[in-house]
């Protein structure tokens, strides 16, 4: 049987949500809209995204991505539009839609008076020797196992591609206990946004420019990479090889519209590298040389997420003005004015070039792009903005209180801050989607560096940890001075005690690993831990010993008993010479029972009565 | 002159035997309760042993007494609060004679009467389930999955933590000098901490059971001997079970952490607190346990110490109350196994000192009368 629709929307994303609301509002009935959807639970990229977006809050700028996906689901299913999941178009045939429901393992066929493509985008590979061993991934992969169905597919990750994916996913493994070696990047730039790039880099994570990977190491899987300088024609530099111990090699290197569907409508596809390649010739309101076949979103030119909601929303009221006769001229306008406002700065021009191509022009500039100098009067606990790119971003302007921070007349304006009117509250610290807002305030003894901070755990008050400066390299220690949580943005600000004359410096900070501080190395046992079972009441050393497994690795306590011991003195008050220093006992180092059992040949096993060994341990 | 101090029980012995016993008094609100530890806790016969929980006992009250120690142990962590690194990996018993194999058909049906699951293994499924062991001249062996180990030390912290929580005071580094009897009444102990006034002592002193019970006049006819004792580095965990060996003399289990703890009796071993350690028993355990499990013999030794049993005539314990003294007690004797048997002894123990009779276990065999002019069962399944 035939399925007939008003409007057959494929896809979920963003886009494909953003159009299906559009359409549904405008029409008044959702049920005249379904939306196809291949993925086991709607939003597209969105359920993946888990730092904030950017843009304005108009768009959900400074919401996490999956909640902006759960936002505009609540909204297209309040609407009644029917959403069908782990379901794939698997063809535009000249008499009907195939859709292949994978769930009960059917192919459905429909009919829709109107086709919205909204079929994003597939990720580019890379070539490179053994690049089929498992653990080399795609960043979506990545990003599906990690965060969608939470599965850590590595420990340790090189990331290869320094765009906005590749800096988010490094980030977001981070936040999920990964380790990221290096992110190598072939051009001699980072491709996304300085913001993205400056929080991995102070986290202490390498951004290898001009550098590619060779080669993945391992037989049955990753086991670690090689990577390359390369030259300007993109040629591995001999003799510039580095090896990394991963376990895990994670791609982000691009993306290309996935045309295949609206190719099969007959549109005509135009072949434009600044859209990501091949991408569909359409107008300006989103309509592709076929009537009633519209596009959005990644499909028509690779971009991001607001702008795809943007697109959604310019075809869906085109569709919907069709379905009804009557005209959406005034909300469709608004929109072509905010994609105007968004695709205005510096990162858009190879959007704006490539539209170009296709008749469709964007205007560019208008915007402040001067840096503030600026930073405050001093001992006033106030922010500072280290914001250097135009990108069209302004949550900190529409959060703050106050209305100190303003970036002028146009989104992709570079904020500036005015500090008559800063009270040093911090919400424009939690809500910047790029975290680059910190807080600082120099007092007499030492001065306070606040930092935007969304890994886990929140460290306490008094927390000793090494202050890392914005390439995350150790500057000085420092300790937690008190953390500002906000449980609902869930990006806090630890507010660090630093020395003076390193408010300027300090940027981010590490927790000091239990490895820095070990007692017994055998057996892993800090001072924090033994210092724990003294508190419970466990003052022998043999006691502590037993507890903790201290001293009894198979160096038998060489360097730790004395420290153990110096540690009960200082936590019991006694001498350490009043303290039982425990027995010592035989071998005094490891030795194989096979060496032991070759002895049993060659001496006589009948005990000695002349020596006087053995040690009183009583 | 300030006032005496006074318990209403005073326990001799910071080991498995007294903590039990005094997590159990409190357990039933006895907590004017005081252990007196001469040294640290578990460092006489607890903190030394291989930490093996075993209910295959060739004698029927035993292995009563052994699985209600089993249920102890299973909620030890819910009951005490202390993870034990407890975990029923079971125990593999190894038969290399013909008469042992004998004994242990009759045992088997013994403990299956008892609603002990117990498994007959030929040298054959044991090579097939253990390929790591070498079955050479094995004749049977028998398996109990519920049988198990934990950590000694861990258990005597986790009874310790849990007596102070209730109320009861434990005295570490405190020695017991004398035992206070009048009109043949225990009462009070003399200690290098001083003198305290109480009703009760128990004397739970493992090696040191007979000379502490010479200070009331009461032979326990309980003897100390060496027993060795060495551990390996760690490897990966594969080994779950307590392999054990009456006739072959040995026993090996894995710890949690992934060593090897093994050891062996020795027959030319003179009673006596003996706390050295000798090479030749490095050899001679070398020597049996790289034939039996190959895998060792790459494997490397890192610690070898000694421990006392306090055997009884008839290796079982000698628990009970004294006829000659009131207000004596004693639980000793152990020959090896008082670890094990510890929660279901302390159990049964406290119910006795409190409402004069046990509840959940009889331990009246275990009674120093069965000594009196009777014939005696001796337990036949010790290392």
Same mark, same amino acid.
């Given at each position: 049987?035939?399925?007939?629709?008003?409007?057959?929307?494929?896809?979920?994303?963003?886009?494909?949500?953003?159009?299906?609301?559009?359409?549904?509002?405008?029409?008044?009935?959702?049920?005249?809209?379904?939306?196809?959807?291949?993925?086991?639970?709607?939003?597209?990229?969105?359920?993946?995204?888990?730092?904030?977006?950017?843009?304005?809050?108009?768009?959900?700028?400074?919401?996490?991505?999956?909640?902006?996906?759960?936002?505009?689901?609540?909204?297209?299913?309040?609407?009644?539009?029917?959403?069908?999941?782990?379901?794939?178009?698997?063809?535009?045939?000249?008499?009907?839609?195939?859709?292949?429901?994978?769930?009960?393992?059917?192919?459905?066929?429909?009919?829709?008076?109107?086709?919205?493509?909204?079929?994003?985008?597939?990720?580019?590979?890379?070539?490179?020797?053994?690049?089929?061993?498992?653990?080399?991934?795609?960043?979506?992969?990545?990003?599906?196992?990690?965060?969608?169905?939470?599965?850590?597919?590595?420990?340790?990750?090189?990331?290869?591609?320094?765009?906005?994916?590749?800096?988010?996913?490094?980030?977001?493994?981070?936040?999920?206990?990964?380790?990221?070696?290096?992110?190598?990047?072939?051009?001699?730039?980072?491709?996304?946004?300085?913001?993205?790039?400056?929080?991995?880099?102070?986290?202490?994570?390498?951004?290898?420019?001009?550098?590619?990977?060779?080669?993945?190491?391992?037989?049955?899987?990753?086991?670690?990479?090689?990577?390359?300088?390369?030259?300007?024609?993109?040629?591995?530099?001999?003799?510039?090889?580095?090896?990394?111990?991963?376990?895990?090699?994670?791609?982000?290197?691009?993306?290309?519209?996935?045309?295949?569907?609206?190719?099969?409508?007959?549109?005509?596809?135009?072949?434009?590298?600044?859209?990501?390649?091949?991408?569909?010739?359409?107008?300006?309101?989103?309509?592709?040389?076929?009537?009633?076949?519209?596009?959005?979103?990644?499909?028509?030119?690779?971009?991001?997420?607001?702008?795809?909601?943007?697109?959604?929303?310019?075809?869906?009221?085109?569709?919907?003005?069709?379905?009804?006769?009557?005209?959406?001229?005034?909300?469709?306008?608004?929109?072509?004015?905010?994609?105007?406002?968004?695709?205005?700065?510096?990162?858009?021009?190879?959007?704006?070039?490539?539209?170009?191509?296709?008749?469709?022009?964007?205007?560019?500039?208008?915007?402040?792009?001067?840096?503030?100098?600026?930073?405050?009067?001093?001992?006033?606990?106030?922010?500072? #903005?280290?914001?250097?790119?135009? $990108?069209? !971003?302004?949550? &900190?302007?529409?959060? =703050? @209180?106050?209305? %100190? *921070?303003?970036?002028?007349?146009?989104?992709?304006?570079?904020?500036? #801050?005015?500090?008559?009117?800063? $009270?040093? !509250?911090?919400? &424009?610290?939690?809500? =910047? @989607?790029?975290? %680059? *807002?910190?807080?600082?305030?120099?007092?007499?003894?030492?001065?306070?560096?606040?930092?935007?901070?969304?890994?886990?755990?929140?460290?306490?008050?008094?927390?000793?940890?090494?202050?890392?400066?914005?390439?995350?390299?150790?500057?000085?220690?420092?300790?937690?001075?008190?953390?500002?949580?906000?449980?609902?943005?869930?990006?806090?600000?630890?507010?660090?005690?630093?020395?003076?004359?390193?408010?300027?410096?300090?940027?981010?900070?590490?927790?000091?690993?239990?490895?820095?501080?070990?007692?017994?190395?055998?057996?892993?046992?800090?001072?924090?831990?033994?210092?724990?079972?003294?508190?419970?009441?466990?003052?022998?050393?043999?006691?502590?010993?037993?507890?903790?497994?201290?001293?009894?690795?198979?160096?038998?306590?060489?360097?730790?008993?004395?420290?153990?011991?110096?540690?009960?003195?200082?936590?019991?008050?006694?001498?350490?010479?009043?303290?039982?220093?425990?027995?010592?006992?035989?071998?005094?180092?490891?030795?194989?029972?096979?060496?032991?059992?070759?002895?049993?040949?060659?001496?006589?096993?009948?005990?000695?009565?002349?020596?006087?060994?053995?040690?009183?341990?009583? | 002159?300030?006032?005496?101090?006074?318990?209403?029980?005073?326990?001799?012995?910071?080991?498995?035997?007294?903590?039990?016993?005094?997590?159990?008094?409190?357990?039933?609100?006895?907590?004017?309760?005081?252990?007196?530890?001469?040294?640290?806790?578990?460092?006489?016969?607890?903190?030394?042993?291989?930490?093996?929980?075993?209910?295959?006992?060739?004698?029927?009250?035993?292995?009563?007494?052994?699985?209600?120690?089993?249920?102890?142990?299973?909620?030890?962590?819910?009951?005490?609060?202390?993870?034990?690194?407890?975990?029923?990996?079971?125990?593999?018993?190894?038969?290399?004679?013909?008469?042992?194999?004998?004994?242990?058909?009759?045992?088997?049906?013994?403990?299956?009467?008892?609603?002990?699951?117990?498994?007959?293994?030929?040298?054959?499924?044991?090579?097939?389930?253990?390929?790591?062991?070498?079955?050479?001249?094995?004749?049977?062996?028998?398996?109990?999955?519920?049988?198990?180990?934990?950590?000694?030390?861990?258990?005597?912290?986790?009874?310790?933590?849990?007596?102070?929580?209730?109320?009861?005071?434990?005295?570490?580094?405190?020695?017991?000098?004398?035992?206070?009897?009048?009109?043949?009444?225990?009462?009070?102990?003399?200690?290098?901490?001083?003198?305290?006034?109480?009703?009760?002592?128990?004397?739970?002193?493992?090696?040191?059971?007979?000379?502490?019970?010479?200070?009331?006049?009461?032979?326990?006819?309980?003897?100390?001997?060496?027993?060795?004792?060495?551990?390996?580095?760690?490897?990966?965990?594969?080994?779950?079970?307590?392999?054990?060996?009456?006739?072959?003399?040995?026993?090996?289990?894995?710890?949690?952490?992934?060593?090897?703890?093994?050891?062996?009796?020795?027959?030319?071993?003179?009673?006596?607190?003996?706390?050295?350690?000798?090479?030749?028993?490095?050899?001679?355990?070398?020597?049996?346990?790289?034939?039996?499990?190959?895998?060792?013999?790459?494997?490397?030794?890192?610690?070898?110490?000694?421990?006392?049993?306090?055997?009884?005539?008839?290796?079982?314990?000698?628990?009970?109350?004294?006829?000659?003294?009131?207000?004596?007690?004693?639980?000793?004797?152990?020959?090896?196994?008082?670890?094990?048997?510890?929660?279901?002894?302390?159990?049964?123990?406290?119910?006795?000192?409190?409402?004069?009779?046990?509840?959940?276990?009889?331990?009246?065999?275990?009674?120093?009368?069965?000594?009196?002019?009777?014939?005696?069962?001796?337990?036949?399944?010790?290392?």
């Amino acid at each position: 049987m035939v399925r007939h629709v008003k409007a057959l929307v494929v896809g979920s994303g963003p886009a494909g949500l953003t159009g299906a609301i559009a359409i549904a509002e405008s029409v008044g009935d959702g049920k005249d809209v379904v939306i196809i959807d291949e993925g086991i639970e709607p939003g597209g990229q969105l359920p993946k995204q888990t730092h904030k977006f950017f843009g304005h809050e108009g768009f959900y700028a400074s919401v996490r991505g999956f909640e902006i996906g759960n936002l505009l689901v609540k909204k297209v299913k309040s609407l009644g539009v029917e959403i069908i999941q782990q379901a794939t178009v698997t063809g535009i045939y000249e008499d009907v839609i195939t859709v292949y429901d994978r769930v009960n393992n059917i192919v459905n066929e429909y009919l829709a008076d109107y086709l919205l493509i909204a079929t994003g985008a597939t990720e580019k590979f890379l070539a490179f020797k053994n690049n089929t061993l498992p653990g080399v991934y795609g960043a979506g992969a990545v990003q599906t196992l990690m965060n969608q169905y939470k599965v850590l597919p590595g420990q340790s990750f090189l990331i290869v591609g320094a765009g906005n994916i590749g800096l988010i996913v490094a980030y977001q493994l981070v936040q999920a206990g990964a380790e990221v070696k290096a992110i190598v990047e072939a051009s001699s730039r980072v491709g996304g946004y300085a913001v993205h790039a400056n929080k991995v880099k102070r986290l202490g994570i390498p951004i290898l420019l001009r550098h590619t990977i060779l080669e993945a190491i391992g037989k049955d899987k990753v086991r670690g990479a090689v990577v390359a300088e390369i030259d300007e024609r993109f040629k591995p530099i001999p003799g510039t090889e580095k090896e990394f111990v991963v376990d895990a090699i994670c791609l982000a290197v691009g993306l290309q519209p996935n045309v295949e569907l609206v190719a099969q409508t007959g549109a005509k596809l135009v072949y434009i590298p600044e859209l990501g390649g091949y991408v569909p010739l359409r107008d300006e309101n989103m309509r592709t040389t076929v009537h009633n076949v519209f596009v959005a979103g990644d499909l028509a030119g690779i971009e991001e997420a607001t702008t795809a909601m943007i697109e959604g929303y310019i075809a869906g009221y085109n569709i919907a003005q069709e379905l009804t006769g009557k005209s959406f001229k005034e909300k469709i306008e608004k929109m072509k004015k905010e994609l105007e406002e968004f695709r205005r700065g510096p990162f858009s021009k190879k959007v704006r070039d490539g539209l170009k191509k296709m008749g469709i022009v964007f205007p560019e500039g208008g915007y402040m792009e001067e840096q503030q100098i600026d930073k405050g009067p001093l001992g006033k606990l106030r922010a500072v #903005i280290e914001c250097p790119q135009a $990108i069209p !971003c302004n949550p &900190c302007e529409t959060s =703050c @209180p106050t209305g %100190a *921070i303003n970036v002028g007349g146009n989104i992709n304006g570079i904020p500036q #801050i005015d500090y008559t009117k800063c $009270i040093g !509250c911090g919400v &424009c610290v939690m809500k =910047c @989607p790029g975290l %680059a *807002i910190f807080m600082i305030q120099e007092k007499d003894e030492y001065s306070l560096v606040g930092i935007p901070y969304e890994l886990l755990p929140i460290p306490s008050n008094g927390t000793k940890v090494k202050l890392l400066d914005r390439e995350g390299k150790d500057v000085a220690d420092g300790e937690v001075d008190h953390v500002a949580l906000n449980n609902k943005g869930k990006t806090h600000i630890v507010f660090l005690k630093v020395p003076k004359g390193f408010e300027d410096v300090v940027r981010s900070f590490r927790i000091l690993a239990k490895s820095e501080e070990f007692i017994c190395r055998c057996e892993e046992i800090t001072k924090e831990d033994i210092e724990r079972v003294i508190d419970m009441g466990i003052t022998d050393y043999e006691e502590l010993r037993r507890v903790l497994r201290i001293g009894m690795g198979p160096c038998g306590g060489k360097t730790c008993r004395t420290l153990t011991l110096q540690i009960l003195s200082e936590k019991t008050g006694r001498p350490v010479s009043e303290i039982e220093l425990g027995a010592y006992r035989p071998p005094t180092m490891p030795t194989p029972f096979e060496a032991v059992v070759k002895s049993v040949l060659t001496e006589n096993s009948e005990v000695s009565e002349n020596i006087p060994g053995g040690v009183k341990d009583e | 002159m300030s006032e005496v101090k006074k318990y209403d029980i005073c326990i001799i012995g910071g080991g498995i035997t007294g903590t039990a016993l005094g997590y159990f008094l409190c357990k039933l609100g006895k907590t004017s309760v005081a252990i007196f530890e001469k040294s640290y806790l578990s460092s006489g016969s607890t903190g030394r042993c291989a930490g093996g929980i075993r209910q295959q006992w060739s004698t029927r009250p035993n292995v009563r007494l052994a699985m209600r120690s089993v249920k102890l142990f299973e909620r030890f962590k819910e009951d005490v609060g202390m993870d034990i690194e407890y975990k029923q990996g079971g125990y593999l018993v190894l038969s290399y004679s013909e008469e042992e194999a004998e004994q242990f058909e009759k045992n088997v049906k013994m403990q299956r009467e008892e609603g002990l699951n117990v498994e007959i293994l030929t040298p054959k499924q044991v090579s097939e389930r253990y390929p790591y062991i070498n079955t050479e001249g094995l004749v049977m062996a028998t398996f109990c999955q519920t049988d198990g180990h934990a950590n000694p030390h861990k258990a005597v912290i986790g009874y310790a933590q849990a007596i102070r929580r209730m109320g009861g005071q434990i005295y570490t580094h405190t020695e017991v000098k004398n035992i206070d009897v009048a009109n043949g009444k225990v009462i009070g102990i003399d200690t290098t901490a001083g003198y305290f006034a109480c009703d009760i002592v128990v004397n739970a002193s493992g090696p040191w059971s007979n000379e502490v019970s010479k200070l009331v006049g009461v032979d326990l006819m309980t003897e100390s001997y060496r027993h060795q004792i060495l551990v390996t580095e760690p490897l990966e965990n594969f080994f779950p079970m307590m392999a054990i060996s009456f006739s072959g003399n040995f026993y090996m289990r894995q710890t949690l952490h992934g060593q090897f703890i093994m050891g062996q009796g020795d027959k030319d071993e003179k009673p006596g607190l003996n706390f050295n350690v000798t090479y030749k028993f490095e050899k001679e355990l070398a020597n049996k346990m790289v034939k039996i499990f190959p895998f060792l013999k790459h494997v490397r030794i890192i610690r070898h110490w000694s421990g006392m049993y306090n055997m009884s005539p008839d290796a079982q314990p000698i628990i009970g109350a004294s006829e000659k003294v009131k207000g004596y007690y004693y639980a000793v004797g152990y020959s090896g196994h008082g670890f094990m048997v510890a929660p279901a002894v302390g159990e049964a123990l406290a119910e006795l000192i409190v409402f004069g009779k046990t509840l959940h276990t009889d331990i009246s065999y275990l009674d120093i009368k069965r000594f009196e002019g009777q014939v005696l069962e001796r337990e036949k399944n010790v290392v």
